[in-house]
C-alpha cells in the first residue's frame, strides 16, 4: 500500500525526500527520508537508510529498564537525524496508536514516547515500526530552498519500502520508484 494522497498546500507530509547525489554531506548522502510533518513553520523528517550499528532495540530497552521478553524483536535502530539525537522517534502502523501519536496520513504515525517501547516489547506494540534516534528538521522555508536548489527528489511511501526495504537498498529503491537511476541524473542543479 502507498501514500498516494497527493501534496497538500504545497506540504509533503507522508512523503519521501530522496537525496540528489549531488549530496554529499555524510549525514544526508544518499539519504531517504519520511517527512512526518511539513508546514509554514518547517518541516520534520526521519531517515530510513541509515542503521545505527552499534544498537539494536534489546540494547534501547535495557538502558530504560524495560524488560526484553519473547515477543520483544530483535530490531535495529536508525539515524533518524542530527536533530536531538538523543530522542527516539517510532515511525509505526496505525494499528497501534496512544494520545501521544501523531497520525500522519492513513497509514502511518509517529509516536515518541517510551510508551510505544514498552508496547512493542511486550509484543503490543504496532506490527510495523521503524526506530529512529534524532530526527531531520527545516526551519520556515528552508526545506523549499533546498528543493529549489535540487538537493531533494519527492517521492511516495510505501509500506513495502519503509519496512521491508533493507537499508542499504532503500536509496536506489526510491529513485526507481521515481523512475531514475542514479546513472542518469545531472550532478549539477539547475533551473529552467
Not at 530504560?64 to 536508525?78: E, G, K, R
Not at 537525524?81 to 530522542?87: A, T
Amino acid at each position: 500500500m502507498s501514500c498516494s494522497t497527493g501534496v497538500v498546500d504545497g506540504y509533503l507530509n507522508g512523503y519521501l525526500l530522496v537525496a540528489m547525489p549531488t549530496i554529499v554531506e555524510s549525514r544526508f548522502e544518499q539519504a531517504s527520508i519520511f517527512v512526518c510533518g511539513h508546514d509554514k513553520k518547517g518541516a520534520i523528517g526521519l531517515i530510513l537508510n541509515k542503521p545505527l550499528p552499534a544498537v539494536s532495540l534489546p540494547e534501547l530497552l535495557k538502558q530504560f529498564d524495560i524488560a526484553v521478553t519473547s515477543h520483544t524483536p530483535n530490531a535495529p535502530l536508525y539515524f533518524g537525524g542530527p536533530v536531538d539525537m538523543g530522542r527516539g522517534f517510532v515511525l509505526h502502523t496505525l494499528d497501534y496508536t496512544s494520545s501521544n501519536t501523531v497520525t500522519v496520513n492513513e497509514i502511518f504515525g509517529v509516536t515518541a514516547t517510551i510508551d510505544i517501547l514498552r508496547a512493542i516489547a511486550s509484543g503490543k506494540g504496532p506490527e510495523r515500526f521503524h526506530i529512529c534516534l534524532g530526527y531531520s528538521g527545516w526551519g520556515a522555508g528552508q526545506l523549499e530552498m533546498e528543493m529549489q536548489n535540487n538537493d531533494w527528489l519527492i517521492g511516495n511511501s510505501s509500506m513495502d519500502l519503509i519496512f521491508n526495504t533493507p537499508a542499504d537498498e532503500k536509496w536506489k529503491k526510491c529513485m526507481h520508484s521515481i523512475g531514475l537511476h542514479e546513472g542518469n541524473l545531472p550532478y549539477s542543479g539547475g533551473h529552467a
